[in-house]
């Protein structure tokens, strides 16, 4: 069974950049392909950008394409989001997510999470 941990939330103005980090312990973290997704508050949890296990492949959601980057490192057992010109729209829990299944935007086919990290991005 992996864990995952994200880290690296904060606070950061419209324009900002902040990166995300998601470490996997336990578990084969090559074996899954992982995502991002986020949660804002009265609202369904919504796909961010997922990877698959060798990083080959990438999809996004068309309002963050060209803005953020999904990457990973599986000698580091983690998996990155890297967020450049953030706006306030993008105030959210971020969610890591660990998918044996193939490369999906659906939280369904996600089997394990973290815990989240809050990102608010002030006007």
């Known amino acids: 069974q992996v864990q995952l941990v994200e880290s690296g939330g904060g606070l950061v103005q419209a324009g900002g950049s902040l990166r995300l980090s998601c470490a996997a312990s336990?578990?084969?973290?090559?074996?899954?392909?992982m995502g991002w997704f986020r949660q804002a508050p009265g609202k369904q949890r919504e796909f961010v950008a997922s990877?698959?296990?060798?990083?080959?492949?990438?999809l996004y959601v068309d309002s963050v394409k060209g803005r953020f980057t999904i990457s990973r490192d599986n000698a580091k057992n983690t998996v990155y989001l890297q967020m450049n010109s953030l706006n306030p729209e993008d105030t959210a829990v971020y969610y890591c997510?660990?998918?044996?299944?193939?490369?999906?935007?659906?939280?369904?086919?996600?089997?394990?999470w973290g815990q989240g990290t809050q990102v608010t991005v002030a006007s």
């Open positions: 997510g660990a998918s044996a299944r193939v490369l999906s935007r659906s939280p369904d086919n996600y089997f394990y």
């Open positions: 336990r578990g084969t973290f090559s074996a899954y392909n």
């Open positions: 990877i698959t296990t060798g990083g080959g492949r990438t």
